[in-house]
């Protein structure tokens, strides 16, 4: 039949239905939810693998010894607070800990300074050979530790900085430059342009605009770049092995290496576990602490770059 208009009329179509029907039902189809419970699955199994063995030693630093061994799994039938203690007098983990927080104090402050300072130079200023001197800091994360130790090793010890603090900040402060300034340099290209431009008009020196202007801006990365620094000198083993012979510095990495070995013929493995435990509570903590300074400056660093 015709209508009025002489047509032949059409069913009545169904509206569409709303975009977000659609992502909704995308969302939850099969294949997105299983991927997600797969996904979920592995990161809780990740969790557990990573979080079960540091759960498993503090809980074992508070046992004593006939406890460790004949009931492993077991909580402890009382908290014995004399094993930190005795680990931190007797094994000497506390002149350890002190080491290792002048070391990586020092190098830390050298790193973020000279990197930061170097970042902002290649970042923000045209001269020749920038390029050459950008790519020959890169080529240092190229380049393994390991085949630098033995060379390292006679110039450490020709300067006669063999055993010291200072060497030992040095070397780490070298070691960590190249990804310093690599990250550091991506992050201060992000930074406007116009803020120092405005500090140099206002009268502001080339070095009052980065320390005053420039540097406060770079905050976010300079703390993700230094958790970064800090957790890799902290536990850093090779390098003070080498060129840390003298005892009394030692650092808590080698120190927990000759108590393992001092402790293991005492049979004092209550002593052993909460060193362990003491060693990696700063670790800990700087994460926890800066854990959302951390996402935030690698995440504006992403979305800037």
């Known amino acids: 039949m015709l209508n009025e208009a002489g047509q032949v009329p059409t069913a009545p179509t169904a509206r569409a239905a709303p975009a977000s029907w659609a992502r ?3 969302r939850w189809s ?41 009931s492993p799994w077991q909580l402890p039938a009382t908290l014995r607070w004399e094993n930190f203690t005795r680990a931190w007098t007797q094994a000497s983990i506390g002149q350890y800990f002190l080491n290792s927080l002048i070391v990586v104090a020092g190098s830390l402050t050298f790193t973020l300074l000279l990197s930061s300072m170097a970042a902002y130079i290649l970042a923000r200023y045209e001269f020749v050979g920038r390029r050459v001197i950008y790519y020959a800091f890169l080529s240092g994360l190229m380049f393994p530790i390991f085949l630098a130790l033995v060379p390292l090793f006679f110039v450490v010890r ?7 603090y200072h060497g030992l900040i040095l070397v780490y402060t070298a070691y ?6 690599f990250f550091l340099t991506s992050f201060f290209r992000t930074l406007p342009t116009e803020v120092a431009e405005a500090a140099i008009v206002d009268g502001a020196s080339h070095s009052a605009t980065f320390f005053r202007v420039m540097l406060p801006m770079a905050q976010p990365g300079l703390v993700s770049v230094g958790i970064f620094n ?10 003070p092995l080498v060129l840390n012979p003298d005892r009394d510095r030692y650092v808590l990495s080698q120190g927990l290496a000759f108590l393992a070995v001092q402790q293991g013929y005492q049979s004092d493995w209550s002593a052993l576990f909460a060193g362990l435990t003491i060693t990696m509570l700063p670790v800990l903590a700087v994460y926890v602490l800066f854990q959302r300074r951390l996402e935030s400056g690698l995440t504006a660093g992403a979305l800037k770059g």
């Open 30 to 70: 099969p294949g997105a939810f299983a991927l997600t419970g797969v996904s979920q699955v592995l990161l809780v199994s990740w969790a557990v693998l990573v979080i079960f063995p540091l759960a498993w030693m503090v809980m074992t630093a508070f046992k004593s010894d006939q406890e460790i061994f004949f």
């Open 24 to 26: 909704a039902r995308e």
């Open 158 to 164: 020709d300067l006669g900085l063999l055993g010291t």
């Open 176 to 181: 960590s430059l190249p990804f310093s300034i």
């Open 230 to 239: 800090f957790l890799g000198q902290w536990n850093q083993f090779i390098l």
